[in-house]
């Protein structure tokens, strides 16, 4: 990726696609803990990124993870009670049945600012429209 304008580590960055300022998190090929510890660090600094955060993750070859979802869950809580707005794009989940299940839930709970996508170019187009 290019125009990276802030780096935490090698997994998590910033860069810049147009206008827009996007956090790039990578837990592809990670364990829960780092998973954890990744996901910890990605909504500290998205505590603290502004009134609007853009998010591209990436979670190709993770294992599921039951506290992962919880912190997620409690994190979108943050966000709606904050008055943040977050936009997420999701990009590694190659399971059909695993897109579907997903798709289906967010769908039924009318997440509107999260989706899943099979590239990153598409990702990055829902990210900056």
């Known amino acids: 990726m290019s125009n990276i304008t802030y780096k935490v580590n090698d997994r998590l960055w ?4 147009g206008a827009n300022n996007i956090m790039w998190c990578d837990y592809s090929k990670s364990g829960e803990d780092q998973m954890l510890t990744l996901f910890d660090q990605a909504f500290e600094i998205s505590q603290n990124s502004g009134s609007f955060v ?22 979108g ?3 709606k ?19 579907v299940v997903m798709n ?7 997440v509107k600012n999260l989706k899943l996508f ?3 170019e598409d990702a990055l187009g829902w990210l900056s429209a």
């Open 14 to 17: 910033f860069f810049n696609e």
């Open 104 to 110: 289906t839930t967010m769908t039924i709970s009318r």
């Open 81 to 99: 009670q904050s008055g943040v707005d977050v936009k997420i794009a999701v990009l590694g989940f190659d399971n059909t049945f695993t897109r």
């Open 54 to 75: 853009k998010i591209l993750a990436n979670f190709k070859s993770t294992p599921k993870s039951q506290k992962l979802t919880k912190r997620m869950r409690e994190s």
């Open 118 to 120: 099979e590239n990153r």
């Open 77 to 79: 809580k943050w966000f």
